[in-house]
Nanobody, 121 residues
Framework: QVQLVESGGGLVQAGGSLRLSCAAS????????MGWYRQAPGKQRELVAA???????NYADSVKGRFTISRDNAENTVYLQMNSLKPEDTAVYYC???????????????WGQGTQVTISS
């Protein structure tokens, strides 16, 4: 089974930047939407950004103008560039692929293991 492997989280000061990466451990037959979600302590998981196969993007209002999502279809990788970080961006960030492993298999959601992002004030 294909797994998603995230990297790039860490601790930075407010105003700083981080770049998250999420790569598939194997190959997919097709990947539709790639996205990033986050979950802060005591809160529900929320969509941060998503990108379609034709690179159309969608962002949460709270991150518009600060975060940029991009994808490398050849490498089955999605990125999240996070600038002007704020303490309220502190959360565990999860990548998500809506994908199909094989032509004959149903499309389903795949999740990364999560990476901690902590922003100090």
């Amino acid at each position: 089974q294909v797994q998603l492997v995230e990297s790039g989280g860490g601790l930075v000061q407010a105003g700083g930047s981080l770049r998250l990466s999420c790569a598939a451990s194997g190959t997919f037959f097709s990947i539709d939407i790639m996205g990033w979600y986050r979950q802060a302590p005591g809160k529900q998981r929320e969509l941060v950004a998503a990108i379609s196969t034709d690179s159309g993007t969608n962002y949460a209002d709270s991150v518009k103008g600060r975060f940029t999502i991009s994808r490398d279809n050849a490498e089955n990788t999605v990125y999240l560039q996070m600038n002007s970080l704020k303490p309220e961006d502190t959360a565990v960030y999860y990548c998500n692929f809506n994908a199909r492993e094989r032509r004959w298999r149903a499309r389903r959601e795949y999740w990364g293991q999560g990476t901690q992002v902590t922003i100090s004030s």
